[in-house]
Structures are given as C-alpha cells and as structure tokens.
C-alpha cells in the first residue's frame, strides 16, 4: 500500500482546480437541502407561506409539509434518468453550464413567489440541478483523477455538500428571530452565489480524457491528460501509453457489443453491480439522513428546543462536516468497507437512542440532550459511511461500460428512498395519523441494521482500483472481504499500473504489437467472460 506521501504526490495544482471547479455544484446540492430543513421553522417564511394554526400563529400543516418536501423530486428524478444520455451527447462541461443556470432560475423563482406552491416549483428546478450534479460531479472526479486519489477526489461530493449545508443552517440562524420576508429571502437569494463561480471556472477546465477517447478525440484528450498529471508522468510518457491503453479497451468493448441498459438485466456481472448500487444509496437515505434534512430543525423545534434549534441544527451540519472529511482523508488509506462497516455500527446505537428517548413522554431536558447528541452523532456516523461511500463506490461499480448506466440506476434509488421517507414521515410522525413521533428511529435503526449486514457481506472493496479493472473483478460472484485479494491480469489492470507512475507498464501499454497486444487479448477474453 503506498504512503500518504507517496498517494498525494499524484496531485497536481490543475486536477485540484478541476475536481474543485466541479465540487462547486455540490454546493448548490447541499445549500438548498438544509436551506429549506429550517426555512420550516423560520417565523418569516412562514408568516410569507404558512397556513393559521389553532393558536393564530403560521404553521405549515402535515399536507403542506409532505407535499413541500416530496414534489422536489420529481425535478430530481428527471436530473437523475436524463443524466446518462445527456452526459454522452454532450460531456460533462456543458452539463455544468446547464446546472448553473437551471439553479439562477430556481432561485429566482423562489425569491419571486407569493403561495408555498410557487416556491415548491422553484425547488423542482433547483433539484433538477441536484439530479444532475449527484451524477456529474463524482463521475467528472473520479475520471479525471488517479486511482491512488479517486476515493478522495469522487468522495469530495459529501464534505462540500455538508459544508454548504452549514453554510445553509448558518443563513437560517442568522436570521431566527426575523418576522420580516429578508429572513427568508437572504438565506434563499445566497444559493446564486455558487451557479456564478461555475459560470465564471468551468471554461478554464478541460473535458475527462475518458469521454473524448469514448468520443473519438483522442488528441485533445490526450491534451487535457498532460495538464491533469504531473510532470514526471508527462515526461515518461505515461500519458500517452494511458491514452493508448484507454483506446484499446474502448475499441474492443465497442467490437463485443454496445452498452445497452438491458445488460444490467441479462449480463450477471453487471446485474450484481446493479443491485449494489441501488442498495448504497438505500441505506444512505432510509437509515435517518433524509429525515434529518427534511425535519430535521422542526423535529428539534417540536420537542421543545425552540429558536435554540437552529443552534444545534448548525452543530449537527458542522459535526457531519468533520465526518466526511475523515472519510474522504481515510477511504484511500484504509478502504471503503472498515469505514462503511464502522458507521453502519454507530447507525445502529444512535438510531435506537433517538427513538427510545425521542419518542417517550414526558420529555425531559436530559432526554432532550440526548436525542441531539444522538442526532449529531447520527449523522456524524452517516457522513463517515454511506453519505461519502455511496456516491464514490457507485461511481466506480460500472467499468468503463456501464459506469454511467450504472450509477443512474443507484442515483435513481437515491431520489426514490428519499422522496419516501420525506413524504411518509410526517403521517408516520404526526395525529390523527400514524401518531408515533420520535419511534419513528426504530424503522431507521432496524434499516441500519441491515445496511451492516449489507456492507459486511455484500459491499465490494474497491480502494486502489483502476476503472476499467472493475470488470475483470465481477466476473465471478464474491463476498465483500475477497474483492481486495483479486489480482487482476488484463487492460485494466495496466492501465491502473501506469496511472500509478508505472513506466515498465507504460511500455506495455503503447500502440502496436508486442506486450501490450498480449495483454489487449487477455482483457478481451476477460470482457467476453463477463
């Protein structure tokens, strides 16, 4: 396993900028999620969009709340199924021109509205946007970076997401105690701040090498590679042998067959992975990350907080912020799975603490003092797992192939898992309804158990690994532990050897005859195997 040095020696200032200028749209993603988890309790928004509660004050009622939290996604869910055949026609640069704009016109139109149900449609835009950037911003990273920092670079989505989130909470507590509509206007009007940086950053980024190869531009790709590697790889050729080796793969997969979606039905290989997939992002949402961003400050408000809420809502962001900066800094080191394993765990404790005291009567402020702290550790726990791990282990499940496919059908389930448990816990929660309150943590924590029965057994480990070696590791069914003892033998694995630094296998991996044809028909018996 190589050193932190020597795996940080591969970052170059420009694949910083790239992975940074992309990471911007994890900002709008995170600003607009815990925006409006505390515009609900925001006085001001809900003089502006509240309904008259039994005692004269603005409230927002469980059709209200439900219908608010859960029509955004379908503006999502078009991002999320639209993003694959967009992604291929038109790359991912001017994909992020598109995001940019689709969030100055959400904002605009939010700040323009005068029912809640204006502002809801403002949001369908603005998670129109987030459909696409849970796809495009990993996909972009973990294409451009090298294997020793793709875990970093792909994960990169959540500790940006959790800082504009605290970003989010922050606006919204600034303005706790604010009746006028700039309470709620401010907080909302910031969110054009990061389609700005992109509009301005992203023409001074390059296009993934992966996709212009895919695309029969070769040359600019193997232009946009120099820039992204470091010297000493430029000068050794390393480039080009990865370009040559990319070339090679492409054209044989091509020759086998197109990617088609009903391979991820028929292929078992790709079948495996397309019920991985959707599982991480399952577990991500079901096991009380959705329900924290959605009601999550009102929950808190609801048991007696009051405008200390937005207090804690902030700290929560904050602590999720240190999660998933750990996760980032370590997946690379230690892996995916001891981390996905080790917050399952924590899942589990936390989720059960909110419901057992959450949920009895009467309340008392040390009860209280529990269930947030079980609530910043809770998510604490889901940043260091599957928030971070979801969107970086999907990115990487599909190959070269399917990689697009493949993530969209994980994506896709994100969107449904958290439309549901956005749309059914306030009836779960609330009279003359389900009626159970904070009980609700025990469905949460019988998901997390299962999420650790998942990621003991099932989940891959895919540290270190090239992309294109993913196939060669699915061709036969494994439990989650044997993964990192595969070795690999085909194109891929070259490949991920000369983004290593790896000259003897740069030598291999040029156009031509020799060891590099040998290796080209051993990736090729590998593909058909699959």
């Given at each position: ?174 303005y706790a105690k604010e009746t006028r509509k700039i309470g709620w206007m401010v907080p ?197 797992s599957w928030a971070t791990h979801c969107f970086l282990v999907a990115s990487e499940l ?36 389900g009626g159970i309150g904070g009980k609700i943590g025990y469905i949460f924590g019988g ?84």
């Open positions: 396993m190589p050193s932190f040095r020597e795996s940080w020696s591969h970052a170059t200032p420009y694949l910083a900028f790239c992975v940074f200028t992309f990471a911007c749209g994890d900002l709008i993603f995170g600003t607009d999620t815990s925006t409006f988890g505390s515009l609900q309790a925001l006085p001001s928004w809900l003089n502006t969009f509240g309904t008259p509660g039994p005692n004269g004050t603005k409230i927002l009622t469980t059709y209200q709340k439900s219908i608010a939290n859960s029509v955004i996604f379908v503006g999502r869910i078009v991002g999320t199924t639209t993003f694959e055949p967009v992604a291929e026609r038109f790359g991912y640069k001017p994909m992020l021109y598109g995001v940019a704009l689709l969030q100055i016109l959400a904002v605009i139109v939010q700040l323009t509205s005068h029912t809640w149900i204006v502002f809801t449609v403002g949001r369908v835009f603005a998670y129109l946007a987030v459909g696409y950037i849970e796809n495009l911003v990993p996909m972009y990273s973990a294409e451009i970076a090298p294997p020793a920092l793709r875990g970093f670079c792909a994960g990169l989505l959540t500790p940006v997401i959790t800082l504009s989130s605290v970003w989010g909470a922050g606006m919204c507590q600034a909302i009007g910031v969110q054009m701040i990061p389609a700005v940086i992109i509009l301005f950053l992203t023409p001074l980024t390059v296009e993934s090498p992966r996709w212009l190869v895919a695309h029969g531009k070769s040359e600019l790709a193997l232009k946009n590679l120099r820039r992204l590697r470091r010297r000493v790889d430029v000068d050794n050729g390393l480039c080009e042998a990865e370009i040559a080796a990319l070339e090679k793969v492409i054209e044989h997969e091509r020759s086998l067959s197109s990617a088609r979606w009903r391979d991820l039905f028929t292929n078992p290989s790709y079948r495996r992975r397309a019920i991985i997939s959707p599982l991480l992002f399952w577990f991500y949402q079901t096991t009380g990350n959705s329900f924290y961003n959605a009601y999550g400050p009102s929950f808190f408000k609801e048991i007696g907080l009051g405008s200390k809420s937005f207090t804690y809502a902030t700290v929560v962001q904050l602590v999720g912020a240190v999660g998933s900066a750990i996760a980032i800094f370590l997946t690379d080191r230690v892996g995916r799975r001891p981390l996905i394993i080790t917050g399952a765990c924590g899942l589990i404790l936390f989720d059960f603490l909110i419901a057992g005291l959450g949920g009895s009567a009467p309340r008392t402020t040390t009860n209280n003092n529990v269930v947030v702290a079980s609530f910043i550790l809770m998510i604490f726990s889901t940043k260091v599909g190959g070269l192939r399917m990689r697009k496919k493949v993530m969209m059908v994980g994506t896709t389930m994100d969107v449904f898992s958290n439309w549901l448990v956005s749309f059914t816990s306030p009836y779960i929660m609330n009279k003359p309804y998901m997390a158990v299962l999420s650790f029965l998942f990621a003991i057994f099932v989940v891959p480990e895919l540290r270190g690994r090239g992309l294109e070696e993913v196939d060669e590791l699915f061709e036969h069914p494994h439990w989650g532990w044997q993964y990192k003892h595969i070795q690999t033998t085909g194109m891929g694995a070259q490949i991920a050897r000369i983004q290593g630094g790896d000259v003897t296998a740069a030598q291999g991996g040029k156009l031509g005859d020799g060891e590099g044809a040998e290796d080209v028909k051993d990736d090729v018996q590998h593909i058909e195997k699959v």
